[in-house]
């Protein structure tokens, strides 16, 4: 089980996985070790609860970084705003979204209108492959992925989706994001200190007919020994 789960503690970066559950939420937190500061890397539901219940508070983020607009990726990201509105947070938040992403958007901007007394601006920060940014002590480096949403109904269209490499002084932490096989991956996994990687599926996908929108376990592990170390995350929850 690897939610809750410190998966790395360097020097200077710490990796958590506060959730992770394919269709529930994902979030995964990384701490400065010296600054003290957060970076969030998706903001699944239930991320305000987590952050409070692992000891880390949410005034100390520097920034949220999305992967993509389904709602186990997003899903927390309105409480979390709200409660950096309760207690006055005055700092400026940066929020990182694939370019196009219009859940996003959409949710940022309802907030905005919603509340134009809040105490804190928003960096909305749309991102394209291959886009570096630079927040404090982080360096983030985003790269495209392949990704579409599926439900009962089958697989939709392919949705803007990204994965990452974040750099913090000498240590590397990788997120695969949402997607199926593809080169990013190897790009995004190579060298990493750790590697967190998802992997939906126990062994076969029931969408093998071209329409790969997620690894499988045995995919995913196979990304992960490019990095240093790995773990599994987004895996299917029994319904």
């Given at each position: 089980m690897v939610n809750g789960k410190q998966v790395f503690a360097g020097r200077e970066l710490a990796v958590r996985v506060l959730y992770s559950a394919a269709g529930v939420a994902t979030t995964i937190v990384l701490e400065n070790r010296r600054g003290g500061d957060l970076l969030l890397l998706d903001c699944g539901d239930g991320t305000l609860r987590?952050?409070?219940d692992a000891g880390l508070h949410p005034e100390w983020l520097s920034g949220i970084v999305l992967s993509h607009g389904h709602f186990d990726h997003l899903g927390g990201l309105h409480s979390v705003l709200g409660f950096?509105?309760?207690?006055?947070?005055d700092e400026a938040l940066?929020?990182?979204y694939p370019a196009g992403c219009l859940e996003?958007?959409?949710l940022l901007n309802n907030f905005q209108t919603l509340y134009p007394d809040c105490s804190f601006a928003?960096?909305?920060t749309p991102l394209e492959d291959g886009d570096?940014?630079?927040l404090e002590s982080w360096s983030i480096e985003v790269l495209a992925v392949e990704?579409?949403?599926s439900t009962a109904a089958g697989v939709g269209e392919a949705v803007p989706a990204l994965g990452c490499r974040v750099e913090l002084g000498a240590e590397t932490a990788a997120y695969s994001g949402d997607s199926g096989p593809c080169d990013a991956l190897e790009e995004i996994c190579s060298a990493a200190d750790i590697a967190l990687i998802e992997a939906t599926w126990d062994a076969s996908s029931p969408f093998d007919g071209g329409e790969r929108v997620h690894l499988t376990r045995d995919e995913a592990a196979a990304y992960g020994t490019l990095a240093r170390r790995f773990e599994?995350?987004?895996r299917r929850r029994e319904r």
């Open positions: 987590d952050l409070l950096l509105r309760m207690i006055g947070r940066t929020v990182a996003a958007e959409g928003f960096d909305l570096i940014l630079q990704h579409a949403g599994l995350v987004h």
